[in-house]
């Protein structure tokens, strides 16, 4: 893939109305489950990024049939629970790990075997916190070290239900349970510590507890891609942005509050709900922000919004405190490492612990950033650019894609002074 970096310049006419593409978290749920179901599903304004097509691709491989029907829905016609095939290629599921947990719950339960891989960043991460409760359904998983891709699934005669107790919270490892356990007659039972995001759950009920007889599903805009506008504004003086059809899911909205916490002035109305997913219209005006303890019970629900909400944290007054954020480490990249190492480029005075870090609010310098083939590190100090006294240039931003091709252009829309280079 080829390299991008993009540079941004200190912009000041942030106004207007932008489009947020779809939920990526939802959009997986959607093509996983339609595949599933005994019955054509349409699905309306899917997320058409890197990792939304490695889902439907995999798919796609196992003998289900798609078709784009027109700009942003797609038709997937559902062949049931015992419907799809054998692949006859190495299911490669690039940079996301959605993808490769989501569908390992999937795949222990079929008939045939099955070997999983993905990027660079992707093997890298974590894989035994699936494998283990899985297992314990009766799964036959090999992996390298027992913990990375590539992933070996083997058939088993049969899956069988258990309680279990998430060890870390997470909402991947949950659903990977949760899918497997269609097979099992869903009697498993899921305990949380800290509940997280219950896309699965709310996905599940509508297509199997309900008697709708339209099973399409429409998806809401990504509250995550939308965090990034929502910084964007409130640091940047004069802003006035709004957001149609943002999903406000409770389990996710973690960092609406967070910001406003700080002093953010974002409004949230028109509340829809399609699906059992809420969505809302979300206007965001620039205002003064400053430093807090983010309360640590609200960490896994906001947890992709770190790296942005670590850039407010370095716009605001004072200190910012997070701790109980070691997932952040297991992510596309460290982002704990990430955000430290950006944040001291541009001058922030931050220091980094196992699980948090703690940010001294200031004026930023601008520089050059390495984004660690992070969308989100990318796209968090893209924002950066927007208030810092030089601009930013930012390295090796091709994976935005994965979550949000349409990102610059977005962002242009919304004002930015943006450009790849
Ligand atoms: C996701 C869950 C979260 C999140 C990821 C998407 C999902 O990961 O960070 O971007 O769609 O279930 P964990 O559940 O591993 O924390």
Redesign the pocket.
């Known amino acids: 893939m080829t390299i991008l970096n993009l540079l941004i310049k200190p912009s000041k006419n942030l106004n207007g109305s932008i489009t947020i593409p779809a939920d990526?978290?939802i959009t997986?749920r959607a093509i996983i489950l339609a595949a599933l179901q005994n019955k054509t599903i349409l699905i309306k304004n899917w997320l058409q990024s890197l990792d939304c097509l490695r889902t439907l691709y995999a798919i796609e491989s196992m003998g289900i049939k798609a078709e784009q029907v027109n700009a942003n829905d797609i038709v997937i016609y559902g062949n049931g629970l015992n419907g799809l095939q054998a692949p006859s290629i190495l299911l490669d599921l690039g940079n996301s790990?959605?993808a490769l947990?989501?569908l390992t719950g999937v795949l222990c339960a079929q008939k045939f075997s099955t070997k999983l891989t993905g990027d660079s960043s992707l093997t890298k991460r974590p894989m035994g916190r699936v494998i283990q409760p899985l297992q314990l359904m009766g799964a036959d998983i090999a992996a390298h070290q027992e913990n990375f891709a590539p992933l070996i699934i083997n058939p088993v005669t049969k899956l069988k239900s258990i309680n279990y107790t998430l060890k870390i919270?997470?909402?991947?490892?949950k659903?990977a349970i949760l899918l497997a356990d269609l097979y099992a007659q869903r009697r498993s039972q899921i305990n949380e510590i800290v509940a997280?995001?219950n896309?699965t759950e709310l996905m599940l009920d509508y297509l199997y507890n309900n008697s709708h007889h339209d099973k399409s599903i429409t998806i809401p805009g990504d509250l995550?891609a939308a965090a990034f506008f929502i910084v964007a504004a409130t640091i940047t003086p004069g802003a006035d942005l709004c957001m149609p059809n943002i999903g406000i899911n409770p389990t996710r909205s973690a960092c609406i509050e967070i910001l406003k916490m700080m002093g953010a002035d974002i409004t949230i109305s028109t509340i829809a709900l399609h699906n059992n997913e809420p969505s809302a219209e979300i206007r965001v005006k620039h205002a003064k922000l400053h430093g807090i303890t983010i309360p640590v019970e609200l960490v896994?629900n906001a947890?992709?919004e770190f790296p942005i909400l670590a850039i407010a944290a370095a716009c605001a007054t004072g200190t910012t405190l997070f701790r109980g954020a070691k997932?952040l480490r297991f992510?596309e990249s460290d982002r704990l490492a990430a955000i430290a190492a950006g944040l001291r480029t541009c001058g922030i005075i931050v220091q980094e612990f196992v699980d948090g870090l703690q940010i001294n609010g200031g004026v930023l310098s601008g520089g050059t950033i390495d984004s660690f083939g992070d969308h989100r590190i990318a796209m968090a100090f893209a924002v950066a650019g927007l208030v810092a006294q030089q601009p930013i240039m930012v390295q090796n931003t091709q994976n935005i894609a994965t979550s949000f091709p349409d990102f610059v252009a977005v962002a242009q829309s919304a004002g930015f002074d943006i450009r790849a280079i």
Do not use: F
């Open positions: 990526k978290s997986h790990g959605t947990r989501l919270a997470s909402a991947q490892v659903s997280t995001r896309h995550s896994p947890i992709d997932e992510k």
